[in-house]
């Protein structure tokens, strides 16, 4: 057998800067650059510039207007602050199709005039833009700088040659949602992510230009390796010192070099001396601790250039004898693998709502999300290293310039920019296992990328691995496979199920990312006894069977498909999604989360009541797999007399059933059976006029463990706000996340109350969005601010302003009304 150990810690951001071509006769200034010390511009290294820029949505009327040119009036155009989706703010229209979530394709641009402070005239200056969706331009005072063609990869576009220090700059954005086809999925158009102006000398750190690693790691000791990479240092005495801290400020460590003496290259990487840590508290998602590492380049004896680079110290090990080991522990993923997107805000990406998501899957026991299918943000990783959650990363969905695509460009044009940006930015964060470098694209050659190979994807596959490790070889790779067998046999051939060879990619992967077919993983094995097998997607529809499925000593994990609900990939008008789910796209669980839980969670007494819904769920052929899921209900509310069928989710021994405080039985849980072990199926139980219904859990001793009570609830009499978090930054980008229930006079959802709900905002916030959970709505949830109640349930969402303070929310529902107090906090 085998092995394969990896270890190492991580890193940043990237993107590709392209050639600045001009677009008027006017040329761009020389201008002698020098370098300055650091200490007169530390504080303007990186500025947040979202605020307060402008935004037209392209029309017919506008085909011959250049909305690039710095003299055109914009003053009639719409201001907002970034990050923003303007395809979500569309109406819904079924005309435009499932796959982008019924929004019309669309196209817009942004502008932002500005000046600079004079003080900085002769310096670097550009912008870091986390995302353009799908593909856009960026001009300066007419002059297009920089451009993508996948904008979830970032990139950097260099303002300094046509930037005017005594008159206002207009930086002008264009933004295209690309073709219908360009995606299976809802991407989200425009600057959906954070844009920051960035200052720097001609000496400088280059774009993630800090790559942090961990050569040798025990318990005792670790060895960190931190490289630099220098841009425009040639003809200068040049050093970088790197001082390493704890997560409490304590220097541990220092190291220093110089420049190499021998080479031409004006943009060098430079590897510093090893310092070791001693006693290194290891990262891990139950201790995500964080190292920090500051890198100052001094030029001449002066600083000029500083970057501080969070990292984690931790071991990861793959093999095909026990899977994967974080730091010498032997670990199961149990993840969730699904889309970019954050519910009621669209693609638009706010740091507090993915923090939101992902601590809420932590609290149901998952420990990865794979970012299925292309980079999420860059801040997203970081928040993953901060509450730990492990991340698979991944590149893009099919290697085609055809299919799947939406760029100006062909893929096979340009992979060799987006892969490294996506590693470099990247790189640092602990949190990231594995890079993943595609997904169910091994069934036809139109997808497999270089045409003419004739092997699925096995050569561009190790074209790809080794432009990943030219830039990190700390981690293995991988691709998603689709459910199908070698030689492209899926299911419509008829020995499909006969025919247990493993796809060839899937054989020359480093570690191979089976999607669904989990009952085949052992004949898998046989064919190939050294695969290591990860389950990247899993379906929600056999519930816990794909998890009980896998090899828990010898296999990496898996990561259910859709355990949230997101936009796009709809097979049916109204539905505006994908909704197979565990949770609604508020992150609110269904009852079916906690069967996940109890399995996730194993140790956790838990048990939960669930409703089977009388009109049934839905089952449908995706992908070359039959996936749905059963509509199970979460009240005691049904008409007088009737019978419904409970089932009761549970990781105990064994559940009594009590209904108006009538035991109607105990069952024990049925371990023997994968799709059966933990849901206890209870058969016609009698609702009579409402009431209660109790669940009731014993572990083998008789003892009760957990318990879970449903009532029938009354007419609503009040309005209930809960506010999720008492931290709320008054930063102009944090949020805040308010629940609004409707109550009968004991304080019980009223789920029938279905009246529209009105807000009303004042003080130090904005009214962002007003949520549901509707996946079938015709509604908008942007730039709204009445919206009906949907089983006594509304989600508020509001945005900071820059100011601290308070913050009024008033909400009207029928005869119902209430007001709620806050306040941000200045940092």
């Avoid at 290194?280 to 000029?304: C, F, I, M, Q, R």
């Avoid at 060839?504 to 290591?532: F, G, H, V």
């Avoid at 529209?756 to 905002?761: A, G, N, Y």
């Avoid at 913050?807 to 029928?814: I, R």
Wanted: glycine share 8%; with cysteine; charged share 25%.
């Amino acid at each position: 057998m085998r092995k394969l150990f990896v270890t190492a810690v991580f890193a940043l951001s990237l993107g590709c800067s392209l050639p600045a071509h001009a677009q008027y006769k006017d040329v761009k200034e020389k201008k002698e650059q020098r370098n300055r010390p650091l200490a007169n511009f530390t504080g303007k290294q990186k500025t947040l510039f979202n605020f307060g820029w402008k935004f037209h949505l392209v029309t017919d009327n506008d085909k011959k207007t250049d909305f690039a040119d710095p003299a055109f009036d914009d003053s009639g155009w719409r201001t907002l602050d970034l990050p923003h989706d303007f395809q979500f703010e569309q109406p819904w229209n079924r005309n435009t199709g499932g796959a982008r979530g019924f929004k019309p394709m669309c196209r817009g641009w942004y502008r932002k005039t500005f000046r600079p402070d004079p003080a900085l005239n002769g310096m670097r200056i550009t912008l870091d833009i986390g995302g353009l969706i799908y593909f856009g331009d960026v001009y300066i005072n007419g002059h297009k700088i920089a451009s993508t063609d996948y904008g979830y990869v970032g990139f950097e576009a260099d303002l300094t040659p046509y930037l005017r220090f005594n008159n206002d700059n207009v930086i002008a954005v264009y933004a295209s949602t690309g073709p219908k086809k360009g995606s299976r999925w809802y991407t989200g158009g425009g600057l959906f992510r954070d844009v920051y102006l960035k200052v720097s000398n001609p000496t400088h750190i280059a774009r993630h230009g800090v790559f942090i690693t961990t050569p040798e790691i025990s318990r005792e000791r670790a060895k960190v390796c931190v490289q630099v990479e220098v841009d425009g240092w040639q003809k200068q005495n040049v050093r970088i010192q790197t001082r390493l801290k704890d997560a409490d400020g304590h220097t541990i460590g220092t190291s220093e070099s110089g420049m190499p003496k021998h080479t031409h290259q004006t943009c060098t990487e430079v590897k510093l001396p090893e310092i070791e840590v001693t006693a290194p508290k290891l990262w891990s998602p139950d201790t995500p601790y964080l190292y920090n590492a500051e890198v100052v380049v001094y030029s001449n004896g002066t600083a000029v250039d500083s970057l501080n680079e969070t990292f984690g110290i931790r071991k990861l090990e793959f093999s095909p004898e026990f899977g994967f080991r974080l730091n010498g522990e032997k670990i199961f993923l149990k993840g969730n693998s699904g889309h970019h997107d954050l519910g009621a805000l669209g693609a638009a990406c706010y740091d507090r709502g993915i923090e939101r998501m992902m601590l809420k899957l932590k609290e149901f026991g998952y420990n990865t999300i794979r970012c299925s299918h292309n980079p999420y943000s860059e801040s997203f990783a970081r928040i993953a290293d901060r509450v730990g959650m492990i991340i698979v990363d991944e590149l893009i969905d099919k290697w085609s310039d055809n299919d799947y695509w939406g760029g100006r460009q062909p893929f096979t044009n340009i992979w060799h920019k987006l892969i490294p940006e996506w590693i470099k930015r990247d790189r640092n964060r602990p949190s990231v296992i594995l890079w993943s470098l595609g997904n169910e694209l091994q069934i036809r050659e139109g997808w497999t990328g270089f045409t003419g190979m004739n092997d699925w994807g096995v050569t561009t596959y190790r074209i790809f691995d080794q432009t990943v490790k030219r830039f990190d070889n700390t981690r293995l790779t991988t691709v998603g496979m689709f459910p199908a067998r070698a030689g492209a046999i899926t299911r419509k051939d008829k020995d499909f199920e006969d025919y247990l060879v493993p796809p060839e990619l899937s054989c020359a992967t480093e570690i191979a990312s089976l999607n669904y077919q989990s009952d085949k993983y052992e004949a898998y094995m046989k064919y190939k006894p050294d695969m290591i097998i990860f389950q990247s997607e899993a379906e929600t529809s056999k519930m816990l069977e794909p998890f009980h499925n896998m090899n828990h000593e010898r296999n990496v994990g898996m990561a259910y498909w859709g355990s949230i609900e997101y936009w796009g990939e709809s097979n049916s008008w109204p539905k505006k999604g994908w909704n197979y789910s565990f949770f609604d796209h508020t992150v609110h669980p269904y009852p079916q989360a906690y069967l996940i839980r109890s399995a996730f969670k194993a140790g956790e007494p838990l048990v939960r009541i669930g409703v089977i819904d009388s009109k049934g769920g839905e089952s449908v052929n995706w992908n070359d797999v039959i996936v749905g899921r059963p509509s199970i209900l979460d009240h005691w509310n049904f008409k007088a007399g009737s019978k419904q069928n409970i089932v009761t989710y549970t990781n105990a021994h064994s559940v009594e059933l009590i209904v108006n405080g009538k035991s109607i039985g105990t069952k024990e849980n049925n371990e023997t059976r994968k799709d059966q072990k933990n849901s206890i199926l209870w058969s016609n139980v009698s609702y009579g006029n409402g009431g209660s219904i109790e669940a009731i859990a014993r572990d083998v001793s008789g003892k009760i463990v957990a318990r879970h009570k449903m009532e029938t609830a009354g007419k609503a009499v009040a309005l209930h706000i809960e506010q999720e978090s008492t931290e709320w930054k008054a930063d102009g980008t944090d949020l805040q996340y308010l629940n609004v229930t409707a109550v009968d006079k004991k304080g019980r959802r009223a789920i029938d109350f279905n009246e529209p709900l009105t807000v009303s905002v004042d003080g130090q916030a904005t009214l962002l969005a007003i949520d549901n959970a509707d996946h079938y709505t015709n509604d908008l949830f942007l730039n709204v601010s009445t919206k009906p109640m949907r089983y006594g349930r509304m989600q508020v969402i509001l945005r900071s302003k820059t100011e601290g303070g308070n913050v009024t929310l008033k909400v009207k529902a029928g005869k119902l009304s209430k007001t709620f107090k806050t306040k941000t906090m200045k940092q």
